[in-house]
């Protein structure tokens, strides 16, 4: 049995499920594009999202076997420009002569016309995707022509793995059976997670010291990209003008980078003025230390956010969390019992609601069973047991 997975780049979170697979399964993983490939060159890079130098605190490209198709990034692969590599990929799909294909998300166009081609050539197919029509608005033309290539694609695929119950219900719009449809959510590196969740007390004490704040305080905490889309200057307004949110007792912990660095510093150090702490941008393994000295995490995304793993870090680390109502894990995760509550995006009057609710039942989160969150293992072995049946 070989199993060829077709990705677009490397991915921190998927490379040890990628692991998992290669020790059960003989696989070869393609990637589209190097990008975020660092550890090729033995050097940091700067991250295109982040705008940082960095380097990945685990080996994304270790413990399996992978080639590169291009050496361009992301942004030279994506749209119509893309379609020039396709047929160098099919070619690279029919030398390695795989049993099975599994298709990590079926964007950019080019990995979609190669899905379709494949699937309509026979071959056996796997999608795992985050597509949902939760998210991104697209005029009706465009979403016409999407819809015919996703149920071309999703037609011949052995089984897809949406990531989310919206997924589900994408799919299943547009033709897919039960039989061929298994929801398997996003996940982290769990046994980082589990590890460093060992060390919670620890880290609760060592940082929330070393910043000045109490260890009774009331602490929340933002961690991702300084962007657009994550919509973050929701959080400075649902301060401004509150009382109860700007007391002596309560602290906001920034981790992340972007390109709305400087005008995001200024507002939260307006606002919440010594009580603001920017910690700048922090690997995995660091940014535990963050979520441990802190109570509740605030995802604001306003579109892009399929799913929203640094909700699933932040519980691992015993936050609570508020998110806006587009994360596409809050569903998911508000059905297994995690101490989340949403709001709709761009409401910061909703939002301050929550963080007022959070501040006075910040204790909630004891209540909830972190090993009842998804884990890395969980996508490789249901996808092994479907590979098997082939």
């Not at 509550?341 to 929550?354: D, N, V």
Request: charged share 20%.
């Amino acid at each position: 049995m070989k199993l060829l997975v077709v990705s677009t780049h490397p991915i921190q979170y998927v490379s040890p499920q990628l692991r998992l697979i290669s020790k059960s399964v003989d696989t070869k993983v393609l990637y589209i594009s190097p990008q975020n490939a660092f550890k090729q060159k033995a050097s940091k890079a700067i991250d295109p999202g982040f705008g940082v130098e960095l380097e990945w605190d685990n080996q994304i490209l270790k413990g399996f076997d992978y080639e590169f198709l291009t050496d361009k990034p992301l942004t030279k692969v994506e749209g119509l420009r893309g379609l020039s590599h396709l047929p160098r990929l099919l070619k690279k799909i029919n030398t390695y002569t795989p049993s099975a294909i599994l298709f990590f998300n079926h964007a950019p166009a080019l990995t979609l016309l190669a899905g379709i081609i494949c699937g309509w050539t026979g071959k056996n197919i796997f999608i795992r995707t985050e597509a949902t029509d939760q998210v991104k608005q697209r005029n009706w033309l465009i979403s016409f022509f999407r819809d015919l290539l996703l149920r071309s694609l999703y037609s011949k695929s052995k089984c897809i793995f949406p990531i989310t119950s919206h997924g589900r219900i994408h799919c299943e719009k547009r033709g897919v059976k039960c039989n061929r449809l298994q929801i398997v959510n996003y996940s982290p590196d769990t046994n980082l997670l589990q590890h460093e969740s060992k060390k919670y007390h620890k880290y609760r004490t060592e940082l929330r010291q070393l910043l000045g704040i109490n260890y009774d305080a009331m602490v929340f905490i933002y961690a991702g990209r300084y962007s657009k889309e994550k919509d973050i200057f929701c959080i400075p307004k649902a301060f401004c003008n509150c009382q109860e949110l700007q007391e002596n007792n309560v602290h906001f912990i920034s981790v992340g980078a972007g390109p709305l660095e400087r005008e995001w510093l200024r507002r939260m150090n307006q606002v919440l003025g010594h009580n603001f702490h920017h910690l700048g941008f922090m690997n995995q393994s660091k940014i535990c230390q963050a979520y441990a000295a802190s109570d509740t995490l605030i995802l604001p995304s306003n579109d892009k956010e399929t799913w929203g793993l640094v909700i699933n870090e932040a519980l691992a680390m015993r936050c609570n969390v508020v998110a806006s109502s587009l994360a596409g894990c809050v569903k998911d995760l508000s059905e297994l019992g995690a101490p989340i509550k949403s709001f709709s995006p761009g409401s910061y009057t909703q939002l301050r609601s929550c963080l007022l609710a959070a501040k006075r039942g910040k204790n909630s989160q004891a209540l909830f069973d972190i090993s009842l969150l998804p884990k890395t293992e969980d996508f490789p072995n249901i996808l092994i047991e479907r590979i098997k049946h082939l």
